[in-house]
């Protein structure tokens, strides 16, 4: 007759093993960055005269 801590301890100790392997995320990873990488040129693209101005409007305010 085995114990039935015995064997769910033996099912929290595999869940846990596994959960500890992160090869798998290594692609997911990948493609976070490049689509984070993709959106932030895309929107520079579309701010970048829009953020100029503002900027120069700034440095003639600022510089008098």
């Known amino acids: 007759m085995t114990n039935p801590l015995t064997g769910m301890h ?17 692609p ?6 490049l689509m984070t990488a ?3 040129a895309a929107v520079w693209a579309l701010a970048e005269p829009a953020l100029t101005r503002l900027f120069n409007d700034a ?5 008098g």
């Open 28 to 33: 997911g990873w990948v493609m976070v960055v």
């Open 59 to 63: 440095i003639e305010n600022v510089g």
């Open 38 to 40: 993709a959106i932030v």
């Open 10 to 26: 033996a099912r929290l100790r595999l869940a846990l093993d596994r959960s500890r392997d992160e090869r798998g995320d290594i």
